[in-house]
């Protein structure tokens, strides 16, 4: 049994929050500028076995001035990386139960912060965050996580969910990202059922691989926001890890 809107909760911290009044988002949007949506990866240039510490995928965090000017990073932490990371509640999909239960006994180094685009502000329901994380791995295991984060999709692409309210039906999209790492996939969530589900609100995450670093990027119902940033942080990992052209 979980509570409203956990599916919906993320798991990986690095939020990116709007101003509180529709005078700073419509500044903030007024000035944005385009977001690259591809980035390089590393296969075949890099060691497959290389991993990072903790420290290592710290630093190699995105910056929050790649966020905005106004941006500020906070609550960095490391060595949190969670198995359960993706849209949704997978615990009632019986057909995907041998996935769930090896994505759980995975490990690796893992670094994420929060980053507030306007600190001080305080974020309506519907303003745009941003969550991020490193995890590293040697390149094998982690193209096995984005493979058995394919499996749940395909054996579980609509489960039902018990919340303290009424049972809710949780409805799964897949999509790969062309030209992003060395692999990428953009998980869609909808939820419908209950009272406050109406299904119309998907909410997005974003997993690319890039060598043996698995890029974790989510920006709620922001599909645009969920592709740019993880695009800048596959980017990143590129240079700052593997420094790689």
Excluded at 18 to 25: A, I, L, M, S, Y
Excluded at 111 to 122: E, L, S, Y
Excluded at 131 to 148: D, F, I, K, Y
Aim: aromatic share 4%.
């Amino acid at each position: 049994m979980r509570g409203r809107g956990a599916g919906c909760a993320a798991v990986l911290v690095m939020v990116l929050t709007g101003c509180g009044g529709d005078g700073g988002t419509a500044d903030a949007k007024a000035t944005s500028t385009p977001k690259p949506s591809t980035a390089p990866g590393v296969d075949g240039e890099v060691d497959a076995a290389k991993v990072f510490t903790d420290a290592e995928l710290k630093a190699a965090l995105l910056p929050a001035k790649a966020v905005g000017p106004k941006a500020e990073a906070l609550n960095a932490s490391v060595g949190r990386f969670n198995q359960h990371y993706g849209g949704g509640d997978w615990s009632a999909c019986e057909r995907g139960g041998k996935a769930r239960v090896e994505l759980f006994e995975m490990r690796g180094s893992s670094a994420g912060h929060m980053i507030r685009g306007f600190p001080g502000a305080m974020a309506d329901e519907g303003d745009p965050f941003v969550t991020q994380s490193l995890v590293s791995m040697p390149v094998g295991q982690a193209g096995r996580h984005v493979e058995l984060r394919r499996q749940l999709h395909k054996v579980c692409p609509s489960v039902t969910v018990d919340t303290e309210a009424a049972p809710v039906a949780e409805h799964h999209i897949l999509e790969d990202l062309p030209d992003l790492g060395d692999e990428a996939i953009l998980e869609t969530t909808r939820t419908t059922g209950g009272d406050e589900y109406d299904g119309e609100t998907p909410h997005y995450k974003a997993e690319v691989r890039v060598g043996g670093v698995l890029v974790l990027v989510d920006a709620g119902s922001d599909k645009d926001l969920t592709i740019s940033s993880a695009a800048q942080a596959a980017a990143r990992v590129r240079t700052e890890l593997y420094k790689a052209s």
